[in-house]
């Protein structure tokens, strides 16, 4: 079965927050000003179970659904992720992937990989050990999140993505090094032009470094070249090097809006169903899963939002939106 929304858009992934906390503070998705010791993360009880995140998959999986993405916060804080891994792996989607900021990497690649994971993404904004202590702004170590990349190659979660969100006067001159990190080992990475995401993250559009700046930039060390996209909707612009030595990727949410082609949905850690990663509301399936829906029921219920909506949020940017309520990325989950 395939769902299709207002503008024809399918319903194809789905991005599952598991936890709304993180021991970073990314000072564009958590600045500690505003993430500190007084901010109400959500309690135990109301984040989904695993079951009750199981049960939903299946359901997304039988209205269409094959690509999903476990993300946070920080995914791999949340106790016995690993389980959870296993119980999706079972649904045998066409694709299980995870998004991380690597420090727990290390100590958790393998057990990942033998619970089913397939692949990770893990973030890392600079290869400069000062410039990444400022960025996750807790003194995390860039050792020992290149540690986990290469303990994940190891566990076979490969083609290993890198996300680098890149910020005008912040880590734009690590673009190179980052480039030059990656080429020949088979990693891809991705640049992210920063993002309005949430309301306390202080986003400005002269912080932003447009993806066309960050290609000039790489292209003209290393000849690139474009590639076709994956499949119809796949977020990053795909560029590989013309020596034959790897890939690269832009994500143009700024620059180049891509809602066209949007076909996520977004289920945060308490069980709310996001249409986009902007929204400022989504729809609560925690309450209807505990009072006894059935699986029909639920199906209803995604049916109801996803062919109602109109999502184009990054098409329609403009100086008013920027400040509009809406939920913060380490909430949704990116
Ligand atoms: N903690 C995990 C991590 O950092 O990979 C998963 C959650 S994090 C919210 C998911 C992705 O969103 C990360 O790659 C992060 O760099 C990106 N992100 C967060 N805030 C962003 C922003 N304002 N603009 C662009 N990307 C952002
Ligand atoms: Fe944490 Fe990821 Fe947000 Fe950084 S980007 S604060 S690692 S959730
Ligand atoms: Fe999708 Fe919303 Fe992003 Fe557009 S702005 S691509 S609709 S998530």
């Known amino acids: 079965m395939n769902l299709a929304d207002t503008r ?25 000003e505003i ?18 995140i199981t049960r939903l998959t299946g359901v997304f999986q039988d209205l269409g ?27 045998e989607l066409q694709d299980l992937t995870l998004t991380t900021n690597g420090s727990l990497l290390s100590r958790k690649a393998q057990g990942l990989a033998d619970a089913g994971l397939r692949r990770v993404t893990v ?20 050792t020992d999140v290149l540690g986990g990349i290469e303990a994940a190659a190891a566990a076979g979660l490969t083609p290993i993505k890198i996300n680098m969100v890149v910020k005008r006067g912040v880590n734009a001159d690590g673009v190179l090094p980052m480039a030059e990190y990656s080429k020949g080992t088979g990693h891809i990475v991705r640049f992210i032009e920063f993002m309005d995401v949430g309301r306390s993250n202080g986003w400005r559009l002269d912080d932003v470094v447009p993806a066309q700046e960050i290609l000039e930039t790489i292209a003209a060390k290393y000849p690139i070249e474009p590639v076709d996209p994956n499949y119809a909707g796949e977020v990053a612009g795909r560029w590989r090097y013309k020596d034959g030595s ?22 945060s850690a308490e069980g709310v169903l996001y249409t986009c990663l902007f929204a400022v509301g989504g729809i609560d399936f925690r309450a209807p899963l505990r009072a006894g ?7 209803q219920m995604i049916t109801d939002l996803w062919t109602q909506r ?13 400040d509009l309520p809406k939920v913060e990325m380490s909430y949704i989950g990116g």
């Open 65 to 91: 659904v094959e690509k999903v993405r476990i993300t946070g916060g920080e995914p791999l804080l949340r106790k016995g992720v690993e389980e959870l891994i296993a119980e999706l792996s079972a649904l």
């Open 35 to 52: 993430f500190n010791r007084e901010y109400e993360f959500l309690q135990r009880e109301l984040l989904l179970s695993f079951e009750e």
């Open 310 to 322: 109109t999502d184009r949020y990054s098409e329609l940017r403009s100086e008013a939106t920027v």
């Open 246 to 267: 790897g890939e690269i990727g832009v994500i143009t949410s700024i620059s180049q809006p891509f809602c066209g082609d949007c076909t996520r949905a977004r289920l």
């Open 8 to 32: 024809g858009r399918s319903l194809h992934d789905l991005r599952i927050s598991i936890t709304d906390r993180c021991n970073f503070r990314c000072r564009y998705c958590m600045p500690r």
């Open 123 to 142: 973030s890392l904004d600079s290869m400069d050990p000062e410039v990444f202590a400022t960025m996750n702004d807790v003194d995390f170590p860039v």
């Open 293 to 299: 829906a059935t699986d029909d029921d639920l199906k």
